[in-house]
């Protein structure tokens, strides 16, 4: 087995983190201005290395990571999970949006089945 690489393509990094299912997305995100490198934007061909800081932003979810380690090939989560490590701030806010979405009433939720004859003249009336 060969000695692992001094540095790495930055869609190939997050590919293998499993930050991303495909390449393709990653460097759609990257081209996105969604991952930015030592605070600056990135390309994906740029290459990362160990001690690299990385902030992500995938959905709600914003990640601020440290570059530990690098592999060229996808492995299971457990041992993709140690390819980086993930800042505390980054992993309280997280936790604090998980929490907020958890106690935020889903959208529609009090809705109940199909609307009435008089709910369908309101919107009808309000739409013109």
């Given at each position: 087995?060969?000695a692992?690489?001094?540095?790495?393509r930055?869609?190939?990094?997050?590919w293998?983190?499993?930050?991303?299912?495909?390449?393709?997305?990653a460097?759609?995100?990257?081209d996105?201005?969604k991952v930015?490198?030592?605070?600056?934007?990135?390309?994906?061909a740029?290459?990362?290395?160990?001690g690299?800081?990385?902030?992500?932003?995938?959905?709600?979810a914003?990640?601020?990571?440290?570059?530990?380690g690098?592999?060229?090939?996808?492995?299971?989560?457990?041992?993709a999970?140690?390819?980086?490590?993930?800042?505390?701030?980054?992993?309280?806010?997280?936790?604090?949006?998980?929490?907020?979405?958890?106690?935020a009433p889903?959208p529609?939720?009090?809705l109940k089945?199909?609307?009435?004859?008089r709910?369908?003249?309101?919107?009808?009336?309000?739409f013109?």
């Open positions: 087995m060969s692992p690489p001094e540095k790495l930055l869609d190939k990094w997050l293998a983190a499993r930050f991303f299912k495909t390449r393709g997305l460097a759609d995100a990257i996105g201005g930015k490198l030592n605070g600056h934007t990135a390309k994906p740029k290459e990362v290395k160990p690299d800081v990385l902030d992500l932003t995938l959905g709600d914003h990640w601020t990571v440290t570059v530990r690098l592999n060229e090939y996808r492995r299971p989560a457990p041992e999970q140690l390819l980086y490590e993930e800042s505390a701030e980054s992993r309280e806010q997280r936790s604090r949006a998980a929490e907020a979405r958890a106690l889903a529609g939720a009090d089945g199909r609307p009435t004859k709910d369908r003249r309101k919107i009808q009336r309000f013109g």
